[in-house]
């Protein structure tokens, strides 16, 4: 939020739920997050006892009537709740006043406030029309890939090009929907669009507006005016979806935070930052009609190619249970989840001698080759973790299956005996052979080899690397000594350095 500098509200559910805090959530968004915030309401009653709110604003009580609360009726601030009412609301006008100075010098000089002042309303809807900017109040920018990525102000005109930017794709029953915001210009159904991030052309078959999962069909339609924000309550900052048709969809030429434009210009909105992904889980379909996600940056699917898992990737357990249960819900895949299989390596220890001979006659050309020599661990700060290297003399094996002879070792390293994972750290030293006049080959060389690494690997003593990672945490300042403290009581884990931040936050690099 603070990246893009948009304004925020933060809103409290489930108060009538048994634990509910509001202040204590309050505190954190002060303490944790270092938020500057102040409360607009307060509450009537809590959990069992949750009534209403009392606005801080408009100095009323609004109490939710009915079986669920669809009836909102306003009333007095009840007698029992001034004192609260008027610390509360004092609070608040102090953290107003520090970013309104016509404000603070009313606060100061002990002058009344008014609600007019504070420009506020009850329902949750019209607090984000009354208190966030309306978009048109915020200067918007592109970069104009045609000179260097140079900064253009996007004004709103209906007469200039059109710029919109996709921040949402949805798998619909009528097809990719793709939810874009106009910054500028006018978007006409049938029309061509370019996709500037990757050059492709699309048709634009259908535009629609969204209320809720009803879609209003429009000809066209167009990014916001300079007219005033609350005359034009339904139409600033339109959300609009455009139905891509199948073959743009197969041919991936829409993803979150693309760019489009008309042929006249060739900007591209300043993208989302995506923070890579926490956490991953291993999906096995059990039926092979699954389907993909291209609607979150923040959510990722990958190929293990060592494992063969399908692996997903998000921003914690939650972001990762949802897309599971909308595995089996949406696309009706049934598939098994579980942790992903972790990529171990193998390795020797000392040296040990092959001397291995392939020999095999079929009836016409036979296999003949012979391989001599002994495989090592590499010397300590290698840059590489697999060595060859050719110390024949002479042409006891001419020197044209020599990279047969090597890229035999290099497969047979990939799987070891142990547990059939990766051999790292390794140097294999060729010293002699043999060959024969008609049956020897690339091949027969290359399985020489393979067999003659399985011959001595064990003679080499081998066993399991142990798995090492770089983690990053990142804590308050007050619980650094607590969290040090643990880490070293983990015995084999080491603390590597340790970073604090301007917002007070300390940042510990962990080796496990």
Known sequence: MRRYEVPRLAFINKLDRMGADPWKVLNQARSKLRHHSAAMQVLIGLE???????????????????????????????ADMEALEVEKRRELIEA??????????????????SPADLQGVQPLL????????????????????????????????????????????????????TYLRIYEGVIHKGEFIINVNTGKKIKVPRLVRMHSDEMEDFIQIAGHSRGSCRANIDFWNPILVLLTSVKALTKNTIRTRDTFTDVSVKYTMTSMNVPEPVMSLAVQPVSKDSGGQKEDPTFRVGLDPESGQTIISGMGELHLDIYVERIWREYKVDATVGKPHVNFRETVTQRADFDYLHK??????????????????????????FEFENLLVGQAIPSGFIPAIEKGFKEAANSGALIGHPVENLRVVLTDGATHAVDSSEL????????????CYTASRPFILELV?????????????????DINKWGSYFILSLFLFSNGLFMILVYL
């Open 469 to 485: 990672m770089l983690v990053e945490l990142k804590v308050p300042t007050e619980f650094q000594g607590a969290v040090a403290g």
């Open 444 to 455: 027969a060389f290359k399985l020489a080899s393979i067999y003659a690494f399985r011959q």
């Open 96 to 113: 107003v006043s520090e970013v309104d100075d016509q404000l603070a010098e009313a606060f100061l000089g002990d002058e009344p406030i």
């Open 48 to 78: 069992d006892d949750f009534e209403g709110l009392v606005d801080l604003v408009q100095l009323k009580a609004y109490y939710f009537r009915g079986s669920n609360g669809e009836k909102v009726v306003t009333e007095e601030v009840p």
């Open 360 to 385: 095999k006659q079929s009836g016409g050309q036979g296999q003949y080759g012979r391989v001599i020599g002994y495989i090592e661990p590499l010397r300590a700060g290698s840059p590489t973790k």
């Open 126 to 177: 019209d607090g984000v029309l009354n208190y966030l900017p309306c978009p048109i109040e915020v200067s918007s920018y592109a970069l104009d890939q045609t000179k260097n990525e140079e900064k253009v102000e996007l004004t709103g005109s209906l007469d200039g090009p059109l710029v919109p930017l996709a921040f949402k794709l949805e798998e619909g029953r009528f097809g990719q929907l």
